[in-house]
C-alpha cells in the first residue's frame, strides 16, 4: 500500500468500464441507474428516483437486481427528518474494486462455459450404425475397421457403419470462443488498464 498513491477521484478508465459492462449486459434503466451513480458517487434511494423519474418500485426492482448482481452497494444511513426525527436511509454506490472482480469472475465464467460446449461439440460420437444405430466415437474407429473388406463394421451387429453427419461439431461452436474474445476485446483493455487501480 506504500507505493500506491491514494486516489481522491474515481479514474475515468473505472467509470467507463461500468459504464460499458453495464450498457452491453442490461436494459436501458440499468445503465441509467449506473450513470447516476458514475455521476454522483453516492446517492439516496429519494434522489435517484428524482434524478431518474422512474416509479419508486420500479427503481427498487433495478436496484435490488444491481445489488444482487453486486454491481451496486447500499449503505444504511441514519438522518434528521424536518420533524427533528432520525430516520434510515438507504445510500446507494458502485464499490468499483468489487465490480471489477465481479466483472472478471463473470467473463471468466462464460468464458469457460464456451469452451466446454465446444469442447462437448468436439468429442460427439461421429459414427453411427446402419442398422442397429449404436454410436462411436473416433477413439473407437480402430475396433470398427474390418481389414479384409477395408470398411468400418459395428462392433455388434456387423453391419456397415457410416460417419454421422449430425453429430460433426458444428464449425459455430469452433468460432465462438474467437467470436467472444473479438468482441470482448474492449472490455478485456479496459480490465488491464484498471488492473493495478
Known sequence: MSGQPILTEVPSSLK???R???RGFYEIEYSLIIDMLVRYPCLREDDLC???KFDKKVLRAKLQTLKTDRFVQVKLKIETG?????????CYFINYKIFVNIVKYKLDMMRKKMEVEERDATSRSSFKCSRCEKQFSDLEADQLFDPMSGEFKCTFCGSYVDEDESAMPKKESRKLLATFNEQME???DLLRAVEDI
Open 186 to 188: 474492449r472490455l478485456f
Open 16 to 18: 467507463q468500464l461500468s
Open 20 to 22: 460499458l459492462v453495464v
Open 50 to 52: 428524482d434524478l431518474l
Open 82 to 90: 424536518e420533524d427533528g426525527k432520525s430516520m434510515k436511509v438507504n
